[in-house]
């Protein structure tokens, strides 16, 4: 018998479209041959419409994006939404959104209240692997390699913005990355090499979030590393990314065919050792489950640095995780059936939880 698959994607988010063509991608990879798939879209202003069942994958972006003539829901009435009293129930949701209210613990509380299986990070692993300040201070307990940095809000800054220049400077090198705490896919990042531009770097990043994360710039090799599976992970091939641009910004991800993906990345098997250890560590101590991208620094000595992790990296055509996938033996078809089993077997075990 056929699973009934939610896809829910877009969001009121500023990777929005990001998200949408996540969800292109995997309609265009899903078998349906196994699943009655239903495809949830989220408006920029946070409004649901469910569209019709899809027979065959979509071929535009376009076709994602449903009018009011559809399944409609306010936010305050999500529940009757997902858990039609006259309709099969979902047997799991795939969570296709990126940054706020999507990959930050939100919508996974949502579904866990409504105990719908979903694909996936929990709550906990959700939210603190997108404050990238929270997931730095758990990296440190326990005990993983990173970059120098300094992080504040944006009252202390508009109270205290020469200290806490004065505070990076003595605590940091040039250059320096300014990113919001939380948000993903490089929105809002800014590279500073001096004193003016690391005002503005900030003004951009405040635009973005209250909480902003400040950081050493090291020169080094950008390497990622796929992690698959729940309490027993597994690790990917590694791969390197070689931008154009400074950094790996947004453009260089979504936009720009010119950015080079080396997989496997040519590293040494010991630095490999060292990122697979560090992978699994930083997975474990976020009490990841699913899937997660875990983000280096490989320097020219052989020093790793774990930058971060995402826990709801891209499935564009041109995202790493997938594509680390491939080349570990994983069809992107195939990951997905993964993820989706995965989700099931977790949903199953919580359901052995006794509550009184």
């Known amino acids: 018998m056929k699973k009934k698959l939610g896809l829910l994607y877009g969001g009121k988010s500023a990777e929005h479209d990001v998200s ?23 408006t920029r202003e946070g409004e649901w419409r469910r569209g019709e069942q899809l027979s065959v994958p979509v071929e535009s972006i376009e076709e994602l994006q449903f009018g009011k003539d559809v399944k409609v829901s306010k936010p305050n009435d999500i529940s009757s939404f997902l858990l039609e009293e006259n309709e099969k129930p979902f047997d799991v949701i795939f969570p296709l959104l990126h940054g706020t209210n999507g990959e930050d613990g939100t919508v996974q509380g949502l579904l866990e209240a409504l105990n719908l299986p979903y694909v996936g990070n929990g709550v906990l692993a959700s939210a603190a692997g997108m404050d990238k300040v929270v997931m730095k201070q758990l990296f440190e307990i326990a005990g993983l390699n990173q970059v120098p940095y300094v992080y504040f809000i944006r009252s202390e800054w508009k109270k205290n913005q020469d200290a806490l220049i004065a505070k990076m400077e003595e605590n940091l090198t040039w250059p320096m990355f300014v990113k919001p705490a939380n948000l993903g896919s490089s929105v809002g990042i800014s590279k500073a090499t001096n004193h003016e531009e690391l005002i503005k770097a900030v003004e951009l990043a405040l635009k973005y979030d209250r909480k902003i994360v400040v950081e050493t710039g090291i020169i080094a090799r950008e390497v990622e590393m796929g992690v698959l599976g729940n309490d027993e992970p ?6 390197e990314i070689k931008p154009v641009t400074d950094f790996y910004d947004y453009d260089s991800k979504y936009n720009d ?12 098997e010991k630095v ?27 320097t020219a000595e052989d020093e790793v640095y774990i930058n971060e992790v995402n826990t709801m990296p891209g499935f564009t ?23 989706i089993t995965l989700a099931i077997e977790r949903h199953a075990e919580k359901q052995q939880l006794q509550y009184q």
């Open 20 to 42: 949408l063509s996540t969800a292109k991608a995997v309609i265009q990879a899903l078998h349906f041959d196994k699943y009655d798939v239903f495809p949830i879209f989220i």
């Open 272 to 298: 490999i050792e060292k990122m697979s250890d560090m992978a699994i560590r930083a997975f474990k101590i976020l009490d990841c489950s699913g899937l997660v991208r875990s983000d280096f620094f490989v």
């Open 234 to 239: 597994k690790v990917s091939v590694p791969g």
């Open 317 to 339: 055509p041109v995202s790493m995780y997938p594509i680390l996938w491939q080349n570990t033996g994983l069809a992107y078809g195939d990951l997905i059936e993964e993820l």
């Open 257 to 268: 065919d010119k950015t080079d993906l080396l997989i496997p990345a040519p590293v040494t």
